[in-house]
């Protein structure tokens, strides 16, 4: 079976489904098309219009969590717990992540600082109530990959590039939150999910928002 995955260079669910596909070692194409000028081949594949979408010989998959449970139930290199009720759990926190990504929208969408600061009080304690849960590390759920894992490392890689603009605080008093991002920012898998020029092309795509947060790029 031949799989190609067409992506969009700044989807973090489509990084998503690249950590999931390498962990599991699985042979894959990639096609990039631009959402704002969206293929005819793709809108009649993609009900939704949205990247990830992955094609299994001629057959389409859409949405990142549906993709990532497809490749679970036939791919070897299971990325999922064996215990049912450890999957669920697992697949609550990648909801979880998911919440998290609305927030960084919002965050880079607001119009002034009230709605900015709104927006990292939500991010800031989300990710406080990820303290207590994560363990020694160094991943969510100690020494294997999970897809949580996989979930969370494109969302950390946006603070990457927010804290080269400015010192928001996202982390503070949270030493396993910080030590979690670093094993999954040094992870192969995690590195490779984007291009060289990603950071670029985000802070590119920040600046052009004409938010708050562009008015701190320069």
């Known amino acids: 079976m031949s ?13 998503r489904a690249i950590i999931a596909l390498s962990e599991k070692q699985v042979p894959f194409e990639k096609e990039y098309i631009d959402l704002g000028d969206k293929p005819d081949w793709f809108v ?17 998959i859409f949405e990142s969590a549906v993709i990532v449970e497809y490749l679970e139930d036939t791919q070897k290199n299971p990325l999922h717990p064996a215990d049912a009720l450890e999957r669920a759990q697992h697949r609550a926190w990648v909801e979880f992540g998911s919440s998290i990504l609305g927030d960084i ?6 119009k002034d600082k009230a709605g900015f600061d709104q927006q990292i009080a939500k991010i800031k304690d989300k ?22 894992d996989a979930s969370f490392g494109p969302i950390f890689r946006y603070f990457d590039v927010f804290d080269e603009i400015e010192d928001f605080g996202f982390f503070v008093d949270l030493p396993k939150v910080r030590a979690w991002r670093t094993a999954l920012t040094e992870r192969p898998s995690v590195m490779n999910a984007v291009a060289p020029q ?15 947060i562009s008015t701190k790029i320069h």
């Not at 995955?5 to 700044?10: D, G, K």
């Not at 929208?105 to 607001?110: D, E, I, N, P, R």
């Open 105 to 110: 929208a919002g965050l880079y969408s607001a």
């Open 127 to 148: 990710f406080a109530r990820l303290e207590p849960v994560l363990g020694d590390g160094p991943f969510f759920a100690g020494e294997k990959f999970s897809v949580v």
């Open 44 to 60: 009649k594949k993609s009900p939704l219009g949205k990247t990830p979408l992955l094609i299994a010989d001629d057959a389409a």
């Open 198 to 212: 990603y950071p670029d092309q985000l802070r590119s795509f920040l600046k052009k928002r004409d938010s708050y």
């Open 3 to 15: 799989l190609k995955l067409v992506s969009h260079y700044l989807c973090p669910y489509v990084q």
